[in-house]
């Protein structure tokens, strides 16, 4: 158990980066990192199960601003130095040991943009293509040299669902007449969002496939961050899209072995008109984003809350695929 919540402790790791940022020059004006060679191994996180389907993720934000040897921010991820790979590493690991099961798992290094880089605009829209650009470049040697024509589920959690809901929009129809599902985990699907991307097709329950599961988890719906002018959701308990509540029975927190807590009684419920899942009963404290983070949005929870249905739920949909009615 210890082993298995080492990679949300990295999640909040994010929150000393927040405090790296000293002195320098920053503007828009977008140092870069080297591009990762996808033909490089070190660029990857791959555990190969031998098995029939796989599990492509795309992770989080992981990476804070920090100063280069001339002085510059940098706002983007360098996935060949140590300081910045070790967060993404954390995720990539924690994330395989949640969610995976016995799937194959994926997941490339890449130029995220730092969590500074959010507080700004500007600054976001200069950097966001780069980290784009990489998750294209992975995702498109994963299917030529990786994949070997398996069934896969897309999977990415907040800067990575936004990532993989363009790898989406991108694909051809043969790629994504292979994909299982994609799982936009804490990110906003607007109407305009569903317009313009046919490939998102809303899911309606816990088996159907070749569709998008999309969730935001709030203690009430002005604690949002993410999620605003949602479409599409989806309650990850119940697999229901109505406002049937379900309840979970977890431990609140990642940052303590879960031998040592007393579980949280949860009731979750999907709010139909904002398509924001709201939790009640949740105790944890250790939960808010720094610089970006609210008292009652468990964003940074989407996956720990509700790891144990997710990872049954990719299963689930994995077999649905290979053997059921699709």
């Given at each position: 158990m210890r082993i298995i919540i080492k990679?949300?402790?990295?999640?909040?790791?994010?929150?000393?980066?927040?405090?790296?940022?000293?002195?320098?020059?920053?503007?828009?004006?977008?140092?870069?990192p080297q591009a990762p060679d996808y033909s490089d191994s070190t660029q990857w996180y791959i555990t190969d199960?031998?098995?029939?389907?796989?599990?492509?993720?795309?992770?989080?934000?992981?990476?804070?601003?920090?100063?280069?040897?001339?002085?510059?921010?940098?706002?983007?991820a360098d996935t060949y130095r140590d300081s910045t790979r070790l967060p993404m590493h954390g995720e990539m690991l924690g994330v395989d040991t949640?969610?995976?099961?016995?799937?194959?798992?994926?997941?490339?290094?890449?130029?995220?943009?730092?969590?500074?880089?959010?507080?700004?605009?500007s600054i976001s829209a200069a950097c966001f293509p780069v980290a784009l650009a990489d998750a294209h470049r992975a995702f498109n040697y994963y299917l030529k040299h990786l994949n070997g024509g398996r069934p896969f589920v897309l999977a990415g959690f907040s800067q990575g669902a936004r990532i993989?809901?363009?790898?989406?929009?991108e694909m051809d129809d043969e790629t994504f007449g292979r994909m299982i599902a994609a799982y936009?985990?804490?990110?906003?699907?607007?109407?305009?969002?569903?317009h313009d991307n046919p490939r998102i097709v809303?899911?309606?329950?816990?088996?159907?496939?070749?569709?998008?599961?999309?969730?935001?988890?709030?203690?009430?719906?002005?604690?949002?961050?993410?999620?605003?002018g949602n479409a599409i959701a989806i309650n990850p308990i119940n697999w229901r899209t109505d406002g049937q509540p379900a309840r979970l029975v977890t431990e609140p927190s990642p940052l303590r072995p879960v031998d040592e807590q007393q579980c949280d009684t949860l009731s979750v419920?999907?709010?139909?008109?904002?398509?924001?899942?709201?939790?009640?009963?949740?105790?944890?404290?250790?939960?808010?984003?720094?610089?970006?983070?609210?008292?009652?949005?468990?964003h940074s929870r989407e996956i720990w809350l509700y790891r144990h249905q997710l990872r049954d739920n990719i299963a689930l949909r994995a077999r649905q695929f290979t053997h059921g009615d699709r």
């Open positions: 990679y949300v402790t990295m999640l909040v790791v994010v929150a000393t980066l927040a405090g790296c940022r000293t002195g320098g020059t920053s503007s828009t004006a977008i140092a870069l199960r031998q098995a029939p389907a796989d599990v492509f993720y795309v992770i989080s934000t992981e990476t804070g601003d920090y100063q280069l040897a001339d002085g510059t921010i940098c706002h983007h949640l969610l995976s099961g016995k799937l194959n798992y994926y997941s490339p290094y890449y130029r995220q943009c730092s969590l500074h880089s959010f507080e700004n605009d993989i809901l363009d790898l989406l929009r936009a985990i804490g990110c906003s699907i607007t109407p305009e969002m569903l809303a899911a309606q329950r816990a088996d159907d496939t070749g569709v998008t599961i999309c969730y935001n988890s709030v203690h009430d719906i002005n604690c949002a961050i993410m999620g605003s419920r999907l709010d139909p008109a904002t398509r924001l899942l709201l939790v009640d009963g949740y105790s944890a404290t250790d939960y808010v984003l720094p610089l970006i983070g609210k008292e009652g949005c468990y």
